[in-house]
Every structure is written in structure tokens, then in C-alpha cells.
């Protein structure tokens, strides 16, 4: 059985992002679909998401095309236990296509911004 990709619109990405928890605490995840900056702390990290499919792909610079998805910047923050960190989207993502279900988010203060 080969997988299917569920496209998946940014301004739909919130909501996924918003079930996403840790241990029933508050959802982690803050889309800014406005494009108003976050409330909470400065980041410290950004990680820059510059692909639509759901590989691991997870350099995610911004001085690198072509190097990081949504699950991959989801999976450094988790290993390298980023605190305060920031994914931004590319302004040419406007969806992603997502074969299975996103890992939850495990350090705190994570924020989800769209356009870079």
C-alpha cells in the first residue's frame, strides 16, 4: 500500500499545531497567520521550513534552499531540546503535505510563524 499526502493549508496548520501537547499542558504551538509577533520570549533559534513534503529533511537554515520541512524543524527542536525556538515558513510554502501525524512538540516556548 503506497502513502498518500493530506495537503494541508498554513491557516489550517494552527489548528494541527494547536492539538499538538505536552503531557494535557497548553498547546505549545502559536501560528501568527496576522503576522503580528508572538507574546513570550525572544527566540533563540529559528529554524527556516523551505519545503512542502513531509521528509525528515532538517539542516533548516535560511542561507540553504531546499533544506528543511515541517517535521524536520519539529525534530530538531525535540532532539537538540531548543528552548524558545521559532519556525518560520518560506512565503513560497502554502501548504504541506503531511503523510503521517506530526511528532508533538517536547521543549517549551515553541512559536510557528508563516512567511520568512
Known amino acids: 500500500m503506497s502513502k498518500q499526502s493530506t495537503p494541508v493549508r498554513l491557516a489550517g ?5 494547536a492539538s499538538l501537547t505536552l503531557g494535557g499542558a497548553p498547546p505549545l504551538a502559536r501560528a501568527a497567520d496576522a503576522g503580528l509577533a508572538p507574546n513570550g520570549p525572544a527566540s533563540v533559534t529559528e529554524f527556516y521550513v523551505d519545503r512542502s513534503d513531509d521528509a ?3 539542516a533548516c ?3 540553504n534552499p531546499n533544506d528543511c520541512t515541517l517535521r524536520g524543524a519539529i525534530n530538531r ?3 537538540d531540546g531548543v528552548l524558545n525556538a521559532t519556525i518560520r515558513f518560506s512565503d513560497t510554502i502554502s501548504q504541506i503535505d503531511l503523510t503521517t501525524e506530526l511528532p ?4 517549551p516556548g515553541t512559536y510557528i510563524l508563516g512567511g520568512f
Do not use: C, D, M
Open 104 to 107: 508533538a512538540l517536547t521543549t
Open 61 to 63: 537554515t535560511s542561507a
Open 56 to 58: 525528515n529533511a532538517n
Open 77 to 79: 527542536v525535540n532532539t
Open 13 to 17: 496548520l494552527a489548528l494541527i499545531l
